[in-house]
């Protein structure tokens, strides 16, 4: 009998302590800071691809300060372009120069926390919103009033539809690999990895993470704001063998969401791996999609500003 007490007393205590380096891994892997190398750290700048640009002064509602680069283009529309989950600014220049290349205004610019930023916990998009918010923001300051539209890979693509959810200076929303909800996200990957249900996980790190961060995960939550981006037109694109944002994903979101709405998806390709499949394909089809709803949000106010 005391042996068995033991071996239980001692299966309870190796559970526990699994849970709790489960609990810590996720934690980590979600929300903990990057340690950047530095050639990393430097990663790619406009300078290094001699494309024209000036560096605008983007801070958020609480005073984070990002690193943001402005492209200037010849359209009266603009695209503000959003990496994925820690994203620095010169991760996403390639499809911004292109984008450029195309006539459109464009903004590329680096989350909270990653180099070149402010340090700021990484908090799946609940704060991150703040920093697409500021943006826009200071987009439009140095633009003026045109027609925004926001491309977001994964995290990106998932900000995106929030933000663009509840601002009507935005006209159109591209989302590349986005999850539709971060918990959901979080537990497809502690079934993956640890092969464990999600929510004996999932929501005691979103305790940690709302106690040390005041981000309240829930708050966040693209599948119902997606919704709200309608009559506003709407481009899902998802890799068809993506393992970190399951297609599943795209397919909650557009079934949300109200029309014009639009989803590529595309088979045997990865996580955010849509771009290095065809860039001349992938531009072609993205810069068509907002030439199209941007050419018709300006033609719409300037229609607006003649009866006035």
């Not at 491309?151 to 539809?161: M, R």
């Not at 998802?238 to 079934?255: I, K, N, Q």
Request: hydrophobic share 45%; proline share 5%.
């Amino acid at each position: 009998m005391k042996r068995r007490r033991l071996l239980v007393g001692a299966s309870l205590l190796a559970a526990g302590g699994g849970w709790a380096a489960a609990c810590a891994s996720l934690y980590v892997r979600a929300f903990g800071a990057r340690h950047w190398g530095v050639e990393a750290e430097r990663g790619w700048t406009p300078d290094d691809l001699g494309v024209a640009h000036e560096s605008l002064d983007v801070r958020t509602s609480d005073g984070v300060r990002l690193l943001a680069w402005y492209l200037p283009g010849s359209r009266d529309a603009a695209i503000i372009v959003s990496g994925g989950h820690r994203g620095r600014a010169g991760d996403v220049l390639g499809v911004s120069t292109a984008l450029q290349r195309r006539g459109f205004h464009v903004l590329a610019y680096g989350w909270r926390g990653t180099p070149g930023s402010d340090p700021a916990p990484h908090t799946l998009g609940v704060h991150e919103c703040r920093d697409l918010e500021a943006a826009i923001d200071a987009l439009c300051a140095r633009v003026g009033e045109i027609p925004v539209g926001l491309l977001g890979f994964s995290l990106g693509g998932a900000v995106s539809i929030v933000v663009g959810a509840g601002d009507p200076r935005v006209a159109a929303v591209c989302s590349d690999s986005a999850f539709s909800d971060p918990s959901s996200v979080l537990g497809d990957g502690i079934r993956r990895v640890f092969h464990l249900p999600s929510g004996v996980i999932v929501g005691p790190v979103a305790t940690v993470l709302r106690r040390r961060t005041g981000a309240e995960l829930a708050s966040f939550r693209p599948l119902v704001a997606v919704a709200a981006l309608a009559p506003r037109a709407l481009l899902l694109i998802h890799g068809g063998s993506d393992a970190s944002v399951h297609p599943v994903h795209a397919e909650r979101l557009y079934a949300a969401a109200g029309e014009p709405k639009e989803r590529w998806v595309l088979p045997g390709v990865p996580h955010v791996g849509a771009y290095f499949a065809g860039r001349r394909e992938y531009v072609e089809r993205v810069g068509g999609f907002f030439e199209r709803h941007l050419s018709a949000a300006s033609t719409r106010r300037a229609d607006r500003v003649a009866v006035m």
